[in-house]
């Protein structure tokens, strides 16, 4: 498995839909890739982030966020829905 093969695993690796072939190759390919290694590490801390910072919608945003992105975020749920 290369390193880009590797990303292209990763959301399903994470879903668990990998075969059994295909989560043996992704497996022995961290043994070998240590970039491979840490961008999973950081990735996976990315979900974790995400979806704490939107474990509860009705939270206040933080104080730190600039209004302009605010008003960015409100802007679009309007346009989705």
């Known amino acids: 498995m290369t390193c880009r093969e590797f990303i292209d695993f990763l959301i399903d690796?994470?879903?668990d839909d990998l075969s059994a072939r295909e989560?043996?190759?992704f497996k022995d390919h961290l043994v070998e890739c240590?970039?491979?290694t840490e961008y999973l590490k950081s990735y996976a801390e990315t979900i974790t982030l995400g979806n704490a910072a939107f474990a509860d919608?009705?939270?206040p945003v933080p104080s730190d966020v600039p209004e302009v992105v605010v008003?960015?975020?409100l802007a679009s749920r309007k346009r989705s829905t």
Request: charged share 25%.
């Open 13 to 15: 690796y994470f879903e």
């Open 23 to 25: 989560h043996a190759e």
């Open 34 to 36: 240590p970039d491979c």
């Open 57 to 59: 919608p009705d939270a």
């Open 71 to 73: 008003q960015a975020i």
